[in-house]
């Protein structure tokens, strides 16, 4: 029955309005609209087919199919309860391996979230069969298997490799860098985080024995909750000591994180700065298969590469036997190291370079007077200064790979010169000097290979390849900030991702709906 509306009724002249149907203007000499009315106060039963619930080429099924598979026996390993035995009855690690990857491809990473979706999204659902599943159960899962983890991605590799997706053939390698779980005002110096690590253990102090007496739910999380900051504050003060030394200059200014301390301030692509890990991705160049993770602490790619090639090995068996880099890779370090394990490396020689541009741009120094003005006679081993002053060689410099001779002018000559102020005007006790670089072979035939016309084309595919698996993970599964803390459980969210974005390229490759149901 309609109630004319209490509101309505206390305005005269507006119950024919709150009687009559919205926008329904009815006939001049006809009745009221008839329409069909909607009754939520209803009690029904539905039938529901869960095999039905979401269709046969739907990618759940296929990462259903996948993880059936896989060898899980390390997840399997720690269930302690047995069939035929009174107990409480786990899920299986093959659902919750299947729900992970699920949820990542569709950009969820919340367990919380997972939980919610499985009461209510038809995938979720057929996963796990209506069953509705504690986030707690998800939230640990994630994070208890980090071997067992490293195994399932190795396996899906040689599912990948056995169906001939990955051939090692050239293998692009490049880092990005994801935000961490903390704030960048989160940062405190040492004498900071004494004081609040004080603070907290008097807090936790004043909670007394936890043996004693059985909190509350709320009050046990609110323990656990300060323990674990606690904890973290410890761990900030130990990572202030690593930062202070690995920097070495400004020590005062080491500043670790209270959110999250093994994480690092680091430049972002944007040109900004925020707290962060660098995660190193090798990728297949054939299919765009992610062969290799890793995640540093260092905002520099220098020193990842020798790692990077000895993860991709670890997983496969057997190197690529060619690697692209960008120029943040190509050290001498790594160019040599390439060259002793047989490795093609192609990348720009950005180093080296540096080191000779850098005679250019000296403060001062006319254009004329830059170093590539300056000749060099190889049978005399001499250069020859625009003014023709003779430069005798007058020292080297050993580094990895590369000697760097110096050749100098006459103090005397230099003092006399009418160019003096154009080509070393900061110079008063010596003449102008030169630096001639002689790399070691392999890092001639590096620099060699990267003038032909080849080197430079496979070069430019670099950029295509090896960033597209760092966008697919940024954009599509969603990790552009991590939710998990500290090195170890970031790295288990970075294979969890990549082995998210594998499977998602085997479907697109390989998977053909029906054809696995053997493996259901
Ligand atoms: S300043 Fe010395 S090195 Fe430079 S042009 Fe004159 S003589 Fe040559």
Known sequence: MNQPHPSTEALPGLESLAAAPPS?????????????????????????????????EHPARAIWELVGRLKLDGFYAPIEAVEGVAGRTPWDPRLLVSLWIYAYSRGISSAREIARRCTYEPAFQWLCGLGEINHHTLSDFRVDHDASLRELFVQVLGVLSAEGWVSLERVMHDGTRIKACAGADSFRREGRLQEHLEAARQQVEAMGDPRQEEPSRKGAAQERALRERKQRLEQALEEVQKVREAKREDKEQARASESDPQARIMKQSDGGYAPSYNVQLSTDAAHKIIVGTGVTQSGSDYGQLIGAV????????????????????????????????????????????????GQKGKRGVSEAFYTDKFNYDEKEDVYLCPAGTVMKHHGRDFRLGVIFHQYRAPTGQCRACAFQSQCCPGNVHHGRSVIRAERAPALQQFAQRMQTEEGKAIYRQRGAVAEFPN??????????????????????????????????????????????????
């Open 310 to 357: 000895a993860r991709v090995e670890a997983n496969l068996g057997r190197k690529p036997c060619q690697v692209v880099v960008d120029g943040g890779f190509t050290t001498r370090e790594n160019i040599m190291s390439m060259a002793e394990q047989r490795i093609d490396l192609v990348g720009s020689l950005a180093e080296v370079n540096q080191r000779i541009a």
């Open 471 to 520: 966008a697919w993970i940024k954009e599509k599964l969603g990790l552009r900030q991590f939710r998990l803390r500290g090195l170890a459980k970031v790295l288990l969210e970075v294979l969890w991702a990549a082995m998210t974005y594998n499977i998602q390229q085997w479907i697109r490759l390989s998977w053909r709906p029906g054809l696995g149901a053997a493996n259901n």
């Open 24 to 56: 329904s203007p009815a006939p001049a000499g006809a009745g009221r609209p008839r329409v069909q009315p909607v009754d939520r106060s209803q009690l029904t039963w539905q039938m529901l087919d869960v095999e039905r619930l979401i269709e046969p």
